[in-house]
């Protein structure tokens, strides 16, 4: 089994910035891709950037391209996401995921990961 534990959000005004980060501890050696999903009250869960093991491999969604950076440190099993511009609806719980799938791949479905945290939240005001 793998653990993951999500951690920086808070509440941030419009234009500010935050960096959330995801301690993975357990049978780390097994988990490969690492993604950030989120989800805003009454929406589906939905994808915003995924990394693969080497980092050489990373996918966004459109709606974070320019604002949103993410990173990992395998030393320290910690994959990162750095947030810039925030937006009111960026507003949502921010989940890590892990999966045990090929290292090359940086998986952008739900259904792709094996493991996720319990959420971090998310909020911007205006």
């Known amino acids: 089994q793998v653990q993951l534990v999500e951690s920086g959000g808070g509440l941030v005004q419009v234009g500010g910035s935050l960096r959330l980060s995801c301690a993975a501890s357990?049978?780390?050696?097994?988990?490969?891709?690492m993604g950030w999903f989120r989800q805003a009250p009454g929406k589906e869960r939905e994808f915003v950037s995924a990394i693969n093991w080497s980092g050489g491999n990373i996918n966004y969604a459109d709606f974070v391209k320019g604002r949103f950076t993410i990173s990992r440190d395998n030393a320290k099993n910690t994959v990162y996401l750095e947030m810039n511009s925030l937006k009111p609806e960026d507003t949502a719980v921010y989940y890590c995921?892990?999966?045990?799938?090929?290292?090359?791949?940086?998986?952008?479905?739900?259904?792709?990961?094996?493991?996720w945290g319990q959420g971090t939240q998310v909020t911007v005001s205006s």
């Open positions: 357990g049978r780390t050696f097994s988990v490969y891709g």
């Open positions: 995921a892990a999966d045990r799938g090929k290292w090359f791949i940086a998986p952008i479905l739900t259904a792709e990961y094996d493991y």
